[in-house]
């Protein structure tokens, strides 16, 4: 058995840098912006406490009334105001930056107004801090500035004690260099100590401000979601005015072309002139026939015939029909219960189908793989490519219309999926996403978002 042997030049450089940083915690800016802290929260605890206390007395008394209540909503979203006083003392003394409440949405109407200002949540939860905060405040202060006071007076009471009356004194065996030694060492001791006697109660009040003043998880999803959809319906939009536009400047100007070739052919049949009625049939039929290719295009953008067969046989047309080499490699378990929902299937289809365009098209890859599994109710699709690379997610620009993998993201967002990008500059690129594996047929299946392309 090999013997392992202790290192006493390597130990004490393993700890010197612990003792370093305990050593001159007393003297660190942090450890007084955090005493500053505490004492900033006990002159605000007073009031915020009055406050608090009077919110509660308004709300019950004015409970048999009707105006009464609206002084009691004003309070209680009033409470907005004292979190965002005390996250802003958080991040200016302990560097702790806490985001937010999602704002309350506004509501018309009387009773509506009335109730979203009394159940403001972010509102009752400041209040709700604010009673918390007190009790942590106060002992916080009251260790913190004893041990201050303490270990300050303790180092120095060798230069002041014999101003003490006897009463006050220790006793006069203390007075004696060994005595005084010992009690400047004590005091030190305790300002050593003081950091970290104070440091608890200050993350407790900062754990209370994360907790009590800052976004639920619930409501960030909310504000997601709605934030999300407002994406999915603009995307709709603009697919809509896109189908136009082309339906307009495309195909409908071909049949008008189609429609004037034939008029013009039947006015030389009926005047017998034949010299040129066969090349006005000639280009008549070629501009209907790429009349009928450009209503396949857009029809089959709107909704590929392909997923009437399912995903699976979608994918795979698709990687057939793809600019590249493309290799779709789809679990089974996919489609075992069942068809997916009809917005699944699509915003699976159309997120591959631009991946794949974008490999092509901007990473210059030569080749493509997909892969697509289902299990749990979760749906795992990953796009790999070896392009070149470097590929980003960009916010919109404020024009409405979300393209690219801005618009992907959220479109997967829009049904609670989640999408992730690996891409380093050289490549590869791997974009995953989650998806719900809603059934066909499911409820509220059919209210998720639209899959249509950006």
Not at 92 to 109: K, N
Not at 144 to 173: I, K, N, Q, R
Not at 182 to 199: I, R
Not at 407 to 412: H, K, M, N, Q, T
């Amino acid at each position: 058995m090999k013997t392992m042997t202790l290192d006493p030049q390597a130990l004490r450089s393993a700890l010197r840098p612990g003792a370093s940083r305990l050593l001159s915690a007393p003297y660190s800016a942090g450890t007084w912006r955090a005493y500053g802290y505490l004492w900033c929260m006990l002159l605000l605890g007073p009031f915020a406490l009055f406050y608090t206390l009077a919110t509660v007395a308004v709300t019950v008394g004015a409970a048999v009334t009707v105006v009464g209540l609206f002084v009691a909503g004003g309070l209680v979203v009033g409470g907005r105001w004292w979190g965002a006083t005390y996250r802003r003392l958080a991040a200016d003394l302990l560097d702790t930056h806490v985001a937010a409440p999602v704002p309350g949405r506004r509501r018309e109407g009387f009773w509506p107004r009335l109730g979203g200002a009394l159940g403001d949540t972010a509102g009752w939860r400041a209040l709700l801090f604010m009673v918390a905060a007190l009790p942590v405040t106060l002992l916080g202060f009251i260790v913190s500035t004893a041990c201050l006071v303490l270990g300050f007076g303790g180092v120095t009471y060798w230069t002041w004690f014999w101003s003490l009356p006897p009463e006050l004194a220790m006793d006069s065996s203390w007075h004696n260099p060994a005595g005084l030694a010992l009690v400047a060492l004590g005091g030190l001791v305790v300002l050593v100590l003081w950091p970290l006697a104070q440091s608890g109660f200050v993350a407790l009040l900062t754990l209370l401000t994360r907790v009590l003043l800052g976004p639920t998880a619930a409501s960030l999803r909310v504000a997601e979601l709605e934030r999300s959809r407002a994406g999915t319906v603009q995307d709709a939009d603009a697919r809509l005015r896109r189908i136009e536009r082309d339906l307009h400047d495309g195909t409908q100007a071909r049949l008008v072309a189609v429609g004037m070739q034939l008029g013009e052919a039947r006015e030389q049949l009926v005047a017998g002139e034949t010299e040129t009625l066969g090349e006005l049939l000639e280009v008549a039929h070629a501009s209907t026939k790429d009349a009928l290719a450009e209503l396949r295009e857009l029809a089959r953008g709107i909704h590929p015939p392909a997923l009437d067969s399912g995903l699976a046989v979608a994918l795979e047309t698709l990687a057939a029909r793809a600019p590249l080499p493309v290799t779709a490699d789809i679990d089974p378990a996919v489609e075992a219960g069942g068809r997916l929902a009809p917005a699944i299937e699509s915003i699976v289809y159309f997120s591959i189908a631009e991946l794949v365009t974008n490999a092509a098209k901007h990473a210059h890859a030569s080749r493509v793989h997909v892969r697509v599994e289902g299990g749990s109710g979760v749906l795992h699709i990953q796009v790999r490519d070896d392009g070149s690379g470097g590929a980003t997610v960009v916010a919109p620009d404020g024009s409405g219309l979300r393209s690219g993998l801005a618009g992907l993201a959220e479109r997967v967002g829009s049904v609670d999926g989640t999408f992730d990008l690996s891409s380093p500059v050289g490549g590869p690129t791997v974009v995953t996403m989650t998806l719900p594996a809603v059934r066909a047929g499911t409820a509220g299946a059919h209210r998720t978002g639209t899959g249509r392309p950006a």
